[in-house]
């Protein structure tokens, strides 16, 4: 045992002599050495990030499966599946293009596409680079999911995920984030801040959200003759905390990644994300024990998803305490938004709308107010501006979208197959072929 | 020979069980079911908005005995079942015409 390792040691010695003798250090040789390491070290941090952002995919397709019935969990699978592998192809077709390609006017990008950045033994930082983005254009699309479960044809669906990932959100994303890239947008240039997305990923998938529950109506039995909303309890809440906890075990790579590089400060990036979802988390408890009488799971969860959503934009321009002042907001506000829009008669069976738009916009302006070098008229003016823009954006041409697959294809499975259950009715299977089915998933 | 049906609530089956097969009891089928009878359902909330589940889980047990037997069956499944709260279910006796021993061919009292 002695023996080997002296003769490791040996061969390491010998080996660091003959590198030593081929090539004598300089300062420039040494500084492109320490260059190469950090740029390594970005890599893989950016890589690292895109993993976890990835998973996300998992979070919300645990949530929404567990927020909804047992007999759309098949469909539900299927959406969120597509939406990541239908969401890639028309990102690396279109969408990078038009988010990140080279624009003269701010509007829109016009180079890029089919990742044509991109020669073999050409600089691969376009790869990682792209890698990251792509995961992010995924959330976005993915959100909307939720908020259109349970009744929403699949082919239908397929044709809004692919318009989304392919020109929806990367149109708006190149107004905002276009200069990280070969782009460049005019929302940036007026110096508005999102760092990590609560407008350009959140609001975007929010408001899309909002623009679909609206087409599509209600499910069966949400509200009432009267109006009033029913509950349609959710089929295992289990499945959905474990999805809240992937996302914010994701969310450690959606926000600190979105330096893209290896540095220090991803550690107060990270404390930022986390803090505000705790507050998020605790806050929505509160609310929810204060107003039911009983501290509700399904609101804390989506209290710490508002949190994460509400700091994302400023998580790298707030200070620690601010940023539990922005959970706090945000875990209350999703509370009171998820009642609003349940008694105007919007059904969004997992809050999506609420936890990010509503809470994406909260988190855009905060990140304005509680902005650390100082915060001016101007500076809440461009993240008004911005958020506004979104909106117009995502809900008009997600409203628009969804109205013109609703005349041509459809957009919504019969009353009948609705309750039968998209799982038979759209895929012929049944997610839990061993239970038995409960009276409560039958309305 | 009777069956006896009791509904009780599932957290005193194994009580309920214990106290039986003590008696000499060798026998009984056990049924997940729902239902309510003047307790009616209980509230529930979810996402603020409240529902009544009229349906509430029971546990469902059969017992087949030999008529001398009954009595302190009952007795056992009525003393072990209790909480005293509504809602502990209800015990139900009604006459067995014949029983038969699948593996064996045995019929009535000997074949339970």
């Known amino acids: 045992m002695k023996k080997k390792v002296l003769l490791m040691l040996g061969l390491l010695v010998m080996s660091a002599a003959t590198a030593w003798a081929e090539d004598p250090p300089t300062l420039e040789t040494n500084k492109a050495a320490i260059e190469l390491v950090q740029s390594h070290a970005d890599y893989v941090w950016t890589l690292v990030a895109a993993a976890l952002v990835f998973f996300m995919q998992a979070g919300f397709a645990m949530v929404e499966t567990g927020f909804t019935r047992a007999k759309n969990a098949i469909n539900i699978m299927m959406k969120n599946l597509m939406d990541f592998a239908v969401g890639t192809l028309a990102f690396w077709a279109v969408g990078f293009g038009l988010m990140f390609g080279v624009s003269s006017t701010g509007w829109i990008g016009t180079s890029g596409f089919f990742l044509s950045d991109w020669t073999p033994g050409g600089d691969p930082w376009v790869l990682a680079f792209w890698m990251f983005q792509v995961v992010f254009c995924a959330t976005a699309a993915t959100i909307v999911s939720g908020a259109m479960a349970e009744r929403t044809k699949f082919s239908s669906y397929i044709i809004y995920s692919a318009v989304v990932s392919m020109v929806v959100y990367p149109i708006f994303g190149g107004w905002a984030w276009g200069s990280l890239f070969n782009g460049g947008g005019w929302l940036e240039a007026l110096g508005f801040i999102d760092f990590a997305g609560s407008t350009v990923v959140h609001s975007m998938g929010g408001w899309i959200a909002l623009a679909g529950a609206i087409v599509l109506g209600p499910r069966l039995g949400k509200f009432s003759k009267d109006g009033r909303a029913q509950a349609i309890p959710g089929h295992n809440m289990p499945l959905a905390a474990l999805g809240v906890f992937i996302l914010w075990l994701g969310w450690f790579g959606f926000n600190p990644g979105s330096t893209t590089a290896a540095n220090k400060e991803i550690s107060w990036i990270f404390v930022n994300t986390n803090l505000a979802a705790a507050t998020g988390a605790v806050a929505a408890m509160c609310a929810s024990w204060l107003k039911f009488g009983k501290p509700d799971l399904s609101m804390s969860l989506n209290g710490a998803l508002a949190g994460l959503v509400g700091i994302t934009a400023g998580c790298y321009n707030v200070s620690p305490n601010s940023s539990i002042i922005i959970g706090a907001v945000a875990g209350v506000l999703v509370v009171f938004s998820v009642l609003f829009f349940d008694r105007i008669k919007i059904d969004d069976p997992v809050g999506a709308v609420s936890v990010h738009g509503v809470c994406g916009a909260w988190g855009t302006l905060a990140a304005g107010l509680f902005n650390l070098e100082g915060v001016t008229l101007q500076i809440i003016g461009v993240q008004l501006l911005g958020i506004a823009a979104c909106f117009v954006w995502a809900f008009g041409i997600g409203f628009l979208m969804f109205k013109v697959i609703d005349l041509t294809v459809g957009l919504r499975v019969s009353p009948e197959e609705e309750a039968e259950g998209l799982d038979f009715s759209e895929h012929a299977g049944n997610a839990y072929p061993d239970f038995q089915v409960s009276a409560y998933a039958q309305k | ?112």
């Open chain 2, 1 to 112: 020979m009777k069956k006896i049906e009791a509904i009780i609530k599932p957290f005193k089956l194994e009580d309920v069980k214990d106290a039986l097969t003590a008696l000499g009891v060798e026998g009984m089928t056990v049924t997940e079911v729902k239902g309510f009878g003047r307790q009616k359902g209980h509230k529930e909330i979810y996402r603020g908005a409240e529902y009544v589940v009229d349906f509430l889980p029971k546990i469902k047990m059969e017992i087949v005995a030999d008529d001398a037997k009954v009595e302190q069956i009952v007795g056992a499944i009525q003393k072990n079942a209790q909480t005293g709260k509504i809602g502990d279910g209800k015990v139900f006796v009604s006459p067995v015409e014949q029983a038969v021993r699948i593996r064996t061919g045995e019929t009535g009292p000997e074949a339970i």
